[in-house]
């Protein structure tokens, strides 16, 4: 078996007095797409914010064996739940922006024609769908190993769905991986491997592979089987 | 342009490009220019009328506009970036690169330090234009000692402005409280320092005083330099006390602290917060 692409193990969040996370334990393997489902508030985002580096935690959190760092950190893509760029900017100012602060090319070749809007479109006039494929494309430079997408899908038009579905793929069979946040009613609209889901802090996990179970400490609730 | 700019250059880079589109950034450089001008122009000509040569009253006026406004345009431009681009949800963009906070703190403050420069360069070109066929050797002196101040006093407002952002959870919120800061330490300050305090303080706590606020300090440095006898007695015991070069060194000293401190705090905090 593969060594995790993302190991997390007893990691625990709260805001106040108030746990969101609870020692939560969670494994992605290369070349995975593994969904993080749960209802408003159960704390999906703040689990993707704290792998992502961007919230203090308890706990321990991996990519490829090593502790998520500064360095390290070009190994993961991030895509927020909510951006909003400055209206003064065109697309392109964008991608080179973020192109930059990782020193790569703008230019990831991951993603297909047309998918992002033309580089010297305002940003001020994309709609809610093209301003989430602009900010996907801002996820997926450098083209890191673990992408992590916080409810990717929820200002996509029906269209655009698919194109992402696509874009997963890619990645994925390049080995990469992918962590989404998702709530439940669209959470196998990207095809993942797995849907977790997050209760009361803690992982309640769906393995497709049953040989990982054991990693994953817990009953699956429904099984996934790839067409 | 080369992939492996600097990420501090690359956040100020464009942090430059937003501020320089900021509609208060273009308003408060142009109230620079209008009262640098006009303060250079009213001085002059009162100096004409009177039958007396010399731009004194010209660069005693620039340095009193010096620790006015650009604190002002400088704690505004910094309250708004961090803050800003937090609510945006930019800043969560950014942090998740492989950039240390420390890098968006110093990035984010010397973009707005050079736009503000840049803002401010317009009234003190104006101001120079207009000064040099009255100016004599002193004079270049005395209007490079505001040109520091101008600028100095500007990149403390930055500062300041900086660490609110980082501590504000809105950005209605940190330039609310930048402008309440400015008005206590721009203003309020001096009215203090120029009633109650020279006699209730003596002139060892007028001096604490004129150290813990970055623009009172600025000013008695700015006019230490170039004329110690405008200060009146609280001039008379620094340079009794600490001669001009001890006192320059002495405010010096805590401009630099003024120029960084507040930085550091702010990327300390950034550092320990959540984004």
Same mark, same amino acid.
């Given at each position: 078996?593969?060594?995790?692409?993302?190991?997390?193990?007893?990691?625990?969040?709260?805001?106040?007095?108030?746990?969101?996370?609870?020692?939560?334990?969670?494994?992605?393997?290369?070349?995975?797409?593994?969904?993080?489902?749960?209802?408003?508030? &159960?704390?999906?985002?703040?689990?993707?914010?704290?792998?992502?580096?961007?919230?203090?935690?308890?706990?321990?959190?991996?990519?490829?064996?090593?502790?998520?760092?500064?360095?390290?950190?070009?190994?993961?893509?991030?895509?927020?739940?909510?951006?909003?760029?400055?209206?003064?900017?065109? #697309?392109?100012?964008?991608?080179?922006?973020?192109?930059?602060?990782?020193?790569?090319?703008?230019?990831?070749?991951?993603?297909?024609?047309?998918?992002?809007?033309?580089?010297?479109?305002?940003?001020?006039?994309?709609?809610?769908?093209?301003?989430?494929?602009?900010?996907?494309?801002?996820?997926?430079?450098?083209?890191?190993?673990?992408?992590?997408?916080?409810?990717?899908?929820?200002?996509?038009?029906?269209? &655009?769905?698919?194109?992402?579905?696509?874009?997963?793929?890619?990645?994925?069979?390049?080995?990469?991986?992918?962590?989404?946040?998702?709530?439940?009613?669209?959470?196998?609209?990207?095809?993942?491997?797995?849907?977790?889901?997050?209760?009361?802090?803690?992982?309640?996990?769906?393995?497709? #592979?049953?040989?990982?179970?054991?990693?994953?400490?817990?009953?699956?609730?429904?099984?996934?089987?790839?067409? | 342009?080369?992939?492996?700019?600097?990420?501090?250059? #690359?956040?100020?880079?464009?942090?430059?490009?937003?501020?320089?589109?900021?509609?208060?950034?273009?308003?408060?450089?142009?109230?620079?220019?209008?009262?640098?001008?006009?303060?250079?122009?009213?001085?002059?000509?009162?100096?004409?009328?009177?039958?007396?040569?010399?731009?004194?009253?010209?660069?005693?006026?620039?340095?009193?506009?010096?620790? $006015?406004?650009?604190?002002? /345009?400088?704690?505004?431009?910094?309250?708004?970036?961090?803050?800003? &681009?937090?609510?945006?949800?930019?800043?969560?963009?950014?942090?998740?690169?492989?950039?240390?906070?420390?890098?968006?703190?110093?990035?984010?403050?010397?973009?707005?330090?050079?736009?503000?420069?840049?803002?401010? +360069?317009?009234?003190?070109?104006?101001?120079?234009?207009?000064?040099?066929?009255?100016?004599?050797?002193?004079?270049?002196?005395? /209007?490079?000692?505001?040109?520091?101040?101008?600028?100095?006093?500007?990149?403390?407002?930055?500062? $300041?402005?900086?660490?609110?952002?980082?501590?504000?959870?809105?950005?209605?919120?940190?330039?609310?409280?930048?402008?309440?800061?400015?008005?206590?330490?721009?203003?309020?300050?001096?009215?203090?320092?120029?009633?109650?305090?020279?006699?209730?303080?003596?002139? +060892?706590?007028?001096?604490?005083?004129?150290?813990?606020?970055? /623009?009172?300090?600025?000013?008695?440095?700015?006019?230490?330099?170039?004329?110690?006898?405008?200060?009146?007695?609280?001039?008379?015991?620094?340079?009794?006390?600490?001669?001009?070069?001890? &006192?320059?060194?002495?405010?010096?000293?805590?401009?630099?602290?003024?120029?960084?401190?507040?930085?550091?705090?702010?990327?300390?905090?950034?550092?320990?917060?959540?984004?």
């Amino acid at each position: 078996m593969a060594d995790p692409r993302l190991r997390v193990r007893r990691l625990s969040k709260g805001y106040g007095p108030t746990p969101v996370l609870d020692s939560l334990d969670l494994t992605v393997y290369p070349g995975e797409v593994v969904v993080v489902a749960g209802a408003n508030g &159960s704390g999906k985002s703040t689990l993707l914010r704290c792998i992502a580096g961007l919230m203090k935690f308890e706990g321990v959190v991996e990519i490829d064996g090593e502790p998520i760092d500064d360095a390290n950190r070009s190994r993961i893509g991030y895509l927020p739940q909510h951006v909003t760029f400055p209206r003064w900017a065109v #697309v392109g100012d964008v991608l080179t922006y973020f192109a930059r602060l990782r020193g790569v090319d703008p230019d990831s070749g991951i993603l297909p024609e047309g998918f992002v809007p033309g580089l010297s479109q305002a940003v001020r006039t994309l709609s809610g769908g093209q301003r989430q494929r602009l900010a996907l494309a801002v996820a997926l430079t450098g083209e890191p190993s673990l992408l992590l997408l916080d409810e990717p899908v929820a200002s996509l038009d029906d269209a &655009s769905v698919p194109a992402l579905a696509g874009v997963i793929g890619r990645v994925t069979t390049g080995g990469g991986s992918v962590l989404l946040a998702s709530p439940r009613h669209d959470a196998n609209t990207l095809n993942p491997d797995r849907v977790t889901h997050l209760s009361e802090g803690r992982i309640v996990t769906v393995p497709l #592979v049953p040989d990982r179970s054991e990693d994953l400490g817990a009953e699956p609730l429904i099984r996934l089987v790839r067409p | 342009m080369s992939v492996a700019t600097r990420p501090v250059t #690359v956040i100020a880079g464009w942090e430059m490009r937003g501020a320089v589109r900021n509609r208060w950034v273009v308003v408060i450089a142009a109230l620079y220019t209008v009262l640098a001008v006009g303060i250079t122009l009213v001085s002059l000509r009162s100096m004409s009328a009177l039958g007396l040569r010399g731009v004194g009253s010209a660069i005693d006026g620039l340095v009193g506009l010096a620790v $006015l406004i650009p604190p002002l /345009f400088g704690i505004l431009l910094g309250a708004g970036a961090i803050a800003g &681009s937090r609510e945006q949800g930019m800043l969560a963009l950014v942090a998740a690169q492989p950039v240390r906070r420390s890098t968006i703190t110093w990035g984010t403050a010397f973009g707005m330090v050079v736009t503000m420069w840049a803002g401010l +360069g317009i009234g003190l070109g104006l101001a120079a234009a207009i000064i040099a066929p009255a100016a004599t050797e002193e004079d270049l002196v005395a /209007f490079l000692v505001v040109v520091a101040a101008t600028l100095v006093s500007g990149a403390v407002g930055v500062g $300041l402005g900086t660490i609110v952002s980082v501590i504000s959870s809105t950005r209605g919120q940190a330039m609310m409280v930048a402008i309440a800061i400015w008005f206590v330490a721009a203003l309020g300050v001096d009215v203090i320092l120029a009633s109650v305090a020279p006699v209730a303080l003596g002139p +060892g706590g007028l001096l604490a005083v004129t150290v813990l606020n970055p /623009f009172s300090a600025i000013r008695t440095l700015a006019m230490i330099i170039i004329d110690p006898g405008s200060l009146g007695v609280f001039g008379i015991y620094l340079e009794q006390r600490f001669g001009v070069a001890g &006192s320059t060194v002495l405010l010096s000293g805590a401009m630099v602290a003024w120029l960084t401190v507040p930085i550091m705090l702010a990327t300390r905090r950034m550092r320990r917060t959540d984004i």
